[in-house]
Every structure is written in structure tokens, then in C-alpha cells.
Antibody, heavy 120, light 108 residues
Framework: QVQLVQSGAEVKKPGASVKVSCKASGYTFTSYGISWVRQAPGQGLEWMGWISAYNGNTNYAQKLQGRVTMTTDTSTSTAYMELRSLRSDDTAVYYC?????????????WGQGTLVTVSS | SYVLTQPPSVSVAPGKTARITCGGNNIGSKSVHWYQQKPGQAPVLVIYYDSDRPSGIPERFSGSNSGNTATLTISRVEAGDEADYYCQVWDSSSDHAVFGGGTKLTVL
């Protein structure tokens, strides 16, 4: 069965960086992409971007351009999301989700989420 | 950028029908996906491509999309349906995903 398992909770200081991992299993990793979606406390879902696990192409949300980098390691079927220059409003649960890149498909499988807390 | 508008809350009595709307400019020309999120849990896909149900999702969940409004309909609502519901589309001009603001469904 398809599973996306994310790394554990993180606490970071403002200005620091965080790197969250998402290990996929149960499907051919390179046939799909991974999107990252975050959710601030008590708020809605915010799409952050996607990465193709096939060729590494990326597409980031405008507001995160320059601060976010998404990568994959096909040898371990793992996707990563790094966010730099963290601010307090980056405090959120970060989710990875499987997607077909370049198509209007849904996010059919989601990771369990990773809480990132940014606090001095 | 493309904007999706959902009502913040919808309330319904058990056994009745809940309808959650998602408004967007000519949304009928786009594919709409719906997610259910219960407190402390990851979102779960309940409707994709306007009206298709993933395996394991009850037939009580259905969707439609036309004009400027997409609708998620939950028939014979149960207490376990209480959750936040989000609609989502892809903005074809940027290939960015867009989520609605979410609707909290309360079962009275």
C-alpha cells in the first residue's frame, strides 16, 4: 500500500533552516511527484510547491520563492523540503502529498505531517 | 492568481444532507478535488475530478461542478462526518495548486 512517512517534529530559532523528509513506499517513486502543503495553527491549507521525482523539476509558490528548496533522492525514494530564513509565521504542520506532475490530478496520498515550530 | 471561496461553516442535523460550496471564476472549466480533514489528522481525499470517489469513501459523498460553483454533497450525514472540508484546483497558468479557505462542517 502507498505510504508517505515524514520525519519528526522540529523546533527552530528565527533565521535558521529546517529540512523535512518524506519517505515513499508502495509505488514507483519516479512515476509521480511530491507536493508540499503546510497548515499554520488554526488555519487552512497552503500549497508550497511540487517536485517531479522523475526529473527533479520544481515549481514553487510565489511567496516562498528564494526560501524553499525541494529535492528528491531516488535511491531511497525520499523527498525533502528545506525552508530557510525561518520566521515565526512559518510555524506550521508541513505535509507531503503524492501528485502527478503536470496534470490536474488530486493529492491522493498524504504524509502524517511534521510540526515545525519557530520560536526564539 | 486564482481564488477559491468557501463558506467558513456549515451546520446540519444527523441524517440530513450537507452541501458545501466552492466558488471560483469559471470553476466549471476546471477539475475540482475535495479533502476532508479531522482534527489532528492529515487531509483525506474524498472527491476527485469533480465527482469521482476514491475507494473506501462512502457513496454518501458526491460532487458536482458547473459555472462558478462546485459543490460537495454529503447525504445522510453522520456524526463522524464532522470535519473541515477543502476544495482544490490547479491554476493552469502557473501550474500552482490552489486551496479554498476550508469549511467547518458541524453535525448538530
Amino acid at each position: 500500500q502507498v505510504q508517505l512517512v515524514q520525519s519528526g517534529a522540529e523546533v527552530k530559532k528565527p533565521g535558521a533552516s529546517v529540512k523535512v523528509s518524506c519517505k515513499a513506499s508502495g509505488y514507483t517513486f519516479t512515476s509521480y511527484g511530491i507536493s508540499w502543503v503546510r497548515q499554520a495553527p488554526g488555519q487552512g491549507l497552503e500549497w508550497m510547491g511540487w517536485i517531479s521525482a522523475y526529473n527533479g523539476n520544481t515549481n514553487y509558490a510565489q511567496k516562498l520563492q528564494g526560501r524553499v528548496t525541494m529535492t528528491t533522492d531516488t535511491s531511497t525514494s525520499t523527498a525533502y523540503m528545506e525552508l530557510r530564513s525561518l520566521r515565526s509565521d512559518d510555524t506550521a504542520v508541513y505535509y507531503c502529498a503524492r501528485v502527478v506532475v503536470g496534470a490536474t490530478t488530486a493529492f491522493d496520498y498524504w504524509g502524517q505531517g511534521t510540526l515545525v515550530t519557530v520560536s526564539s | 492568481s486564482y481564488v477559491l471561496t468557501q463558506p467558513p461553516s456549515v451546520s446540519v442535523a444527523p441524517g440530513k444532507t450537507a452541501r458545501i460550496t466552492c466558488g471560483g471564476n469559471n470553476i466549471g472549466s476546471k477539475s475540482v478535488h475535495w479533502y476532508q480533514q479531522k482534527p489532528g489528522q492529515a487531509p483525506v481525499l474524498v472527491i476527485y475530478y469533480d465527482s469521482d470517489r476514491p475507494s473506501g469513501i462512502p457513496e454518501r459523498f458526491s460532487g458536482s461542478n458547473s459555472g462558478n460553483t462546485a459543490t460537495l454533497t454529503i447525504s445522510r450525514v453522520e456524526a463522524g462526518d464532522e470535519a473541515d472540508y477543502y476544495c482544490q484546483v490547479w491554476d493552469s497558468s502557473s501550474d500552482h495548486a490552489v486551496f479554498g479557505g476550508g469549511t467547518k462542517l458541524t453535525v448538530l
